[in-house]
Structures are given as C-alpha cells and as structure tokens.
C-alpha cells in the first residue's frame, strides 16, 4: 500500500465550539501518515488556544497559521495548501468529523489507480450532534455513469469534507476563487471536471456534514448560497459537456431560488431575480413567479 503525507486543510474562523471535535477524528485516523495545516482567519475566540493544546498531544505535526486580515474561506484554503508539505489534500472544515477509516478508504482508491486526481467520500449530514443523523448520501450507477451531469445538477453534491485532491490538480487550476466566499466547492469542483481531472467515488460515507439548527443563521446561510450558486452557473454556461437545456434548467432555477429566498426582505429585487429566470428559461412557474413578485411590488 502506498502511504503518501496528507495534508488536512482547515480554514477556521471562530470555531471553539467544533474545532475539538474536528481534531479529535483526525487523530483518531487509522491511516497515520498526515499533517494538519489549518488557517485561523481572525478568530475573536480561543480556537488558537484549543489548536495548540491538541498541537502538543499529537506526534503529527499541526501547522498553525495566522492569517492579518480576514480573508474568507476560499482564500484562507489556499493559504492553507501554499502551507503544506503533502502530496494529496484532504478537506475538512472546522465544524466536520470523519470516522475512523475515512483517509484510508480514500487512499486505497489512490493505491488502486495511478492516474486517480480526486477521490470523494459519500455524506452523512448531522444536526448539532454527530449522533443525530439525518440524512445518508445516496448515489447510484446511473449518477456516476453520467458524472459530468450529475455533478451539474448536483444529482451527486461532492462536499468539501469528503475530498482527496493531488495537489497537482488543485495548482494547476490555481485553488479556490478568492472573493467566492458561497459555493466555492461546487466552482472547484467544475473547473477540476471541465479540466478532464479523475474522479473516483469510495462507495463508503465516511465523512460527517454538521448542520446548525439556528434558524436565523441558517436563512442568511441559504441566500448567500443561492447569490453563490447563480456565480457558479453563470462562469460555467460555457460547459459544452453539458446538454445546453440542462444548464439553462440549472441557470434558471438558480435565478428563481434567489428570488424566493430574498422575497420577504426586498421583493423587488425578487421581482428582477424572477425575471432573468423568465429571460432565462421560459415557463408557465417562471411566468408565475414573475407575475406574482411584480404584483407585490406594487403593493
């Protein structure tokens, strides 16, 4: 078996309340070769303090590293992989957990094909506590007999937490957008597919996405997201792999997503957002909404 270093990416940002959580299953990986390079990016809590106390329990080495200025997640990852020393790159947010044989499932794959770029991992999704889950990750033959389409459509949604990337694949398309602070994962992950990288499903969920249950936090999440998400589809309608009425579907429900998210805070923006989707795609539920946000503008 080959033993390659990884190097585990972890942006933070005020994370003492997981961050523990998150080392801990690092540490309990029963593939021992890593390294951790995680970015504080201006944290206000003790989250410096909690990683340097794991620091000190670990013979792995902790890379720690201190951003100036607040830099966002996409940019605090590449300072993360400008950081490390391994070969391949293992995502992981502050928040998520892995099970024990999570980076030695994926590295198996790797052993197994030398031409393997990305390995990913299925998804169960938690709320609050690991214990608590509420949704396992499905995905079929027919998903990944057409990969291209299901990762567009997000048939197959690929979290961050679930990747193995050779950090060859990842300089050659030059990270993550800077300035793209929502749906950055899903642009990575287009730009690597459009590139011709090897992507190769584990068959196995062994990687765990924490949900928050603060309504409040998760509303303001969605909208972001979905602003996220219209960037995404946009940069990327020129993916000729792509059937053209899929990425106008996709554009387009991007589009009224937004529209429906935003609608109790300024409809009239809902109202122009509803109309790019009817500009987009013409349908009798695109009509629909347009009509109904231009009318409650009104009122």
Not at 50 to 66: A, H, P, Q, R, T
Not at 104 to 118: C, H, M, R, Y
Not at 265 to 289: E, F, H, P, R, W
């Given at each position: ?20 959580e998150t ?8 593939y ?12 206000t809590?003790?989250?410096?303090d909690i ?16 951003n ?6 996409s ?9 490390a020393?391994?070969s391949?790159l293992?995502?992981l ?12 499932t994926?590295?198996?794959e790797?052993?197994k094909?030398?031409d393997?770029n990305?390995?990913?991992a299925?998804c ?10 509420i ?12 990969f ?8 197959i ?7 193995l990337?050779?950090k060859?694949?990842?300089?050659r ?15 990575l ?33 969605a909208?972001?997201?979905a ?9 990327h309608?020129?993916?000729e792999a792509?059937?053209?009425?899929i ?6 429900d991007?589009y009224?997503s937004?529209a ?10 809902a ?18 909404y347009?009509?109904?946000?231009k ?5």
């Amino acid at each position: 078996m080959i033993t390659p270093l990884i190097s585990i990416i972890i942006p933070a940002y005020n994370a003492s309340d997981f961050i523990l959580e998150t080392l801990e299953s690092v540490k309990q990986q029963t593939y021992t070769n890593w390294e951790i390079v995680l970015v504080n990016d201006c944290s206000t809590d003790n989250t410096i303090d909690i990683v340097n106390e794991f620091s000190g329990n670990v013979s792995n080495y902790v890379k720690l590293i201190i951003n100036q200025t607040n830099l966002g997640v996409s940019e605090t990852r590449n300072v993360a992989v400008a950081n490390a020393s391994g070969s391949w790159l293992a995502l992981l947010d502050s928040d998520d957990v892995w099970l024990p044989n999570h980076l030695e499932t994926l590295i198996n794959e790797v052993a197994k094909d030398s031409d393997l770029n990305l390995v990913y991992a299925g998804c169960l999704v938690f709320l609050d506590d690991v214990k608590n889950i509420i949704f396992e990750q499905v995905i079929t033959d027919g998903m990944l007999n057409n990969f291209n389409i299901s990762l567009f459509t997000h048939q197959i949604g690929i979290n961050p937490c679930t990747v193995l990337l050779n950090k060859k694949s990842w300089n050659r398309i030059g990270g993550m957008v800077p300035n793209l602070h929502h749906a950055e994962d899903k642009d990575l992950l287009f730009r690597l597919a459009k590139m011709g990288t090897k992507f190769k499903f584990s068959k196995q969920n062994t990687a765990l996405y924490r949900k928050h249950s603060n309504a409040i936090a998760a509303s303001n999440n969605a909208s972001k997201m979905a602003l996220g998400s219209i960037y995404v589809y946009e940069k990327h309608f020129d993916w000729e792999a792509i059937p053209l009425k899929i990425r106008i579907d996709q554009l387009a429900d991007a589009y009224l997503s937004y529209a429906r998210l935003i609608r109790h805070i300024d409809i009239k923006i809902a109202g122009q957002y509803s109309l790019k989707a009817l500009k987009t795609k013409k349908s009798i539920k695109n009509v629909c909404y347009f009509i109904a946000f231009k009318t409650l503008s009104f009122l």
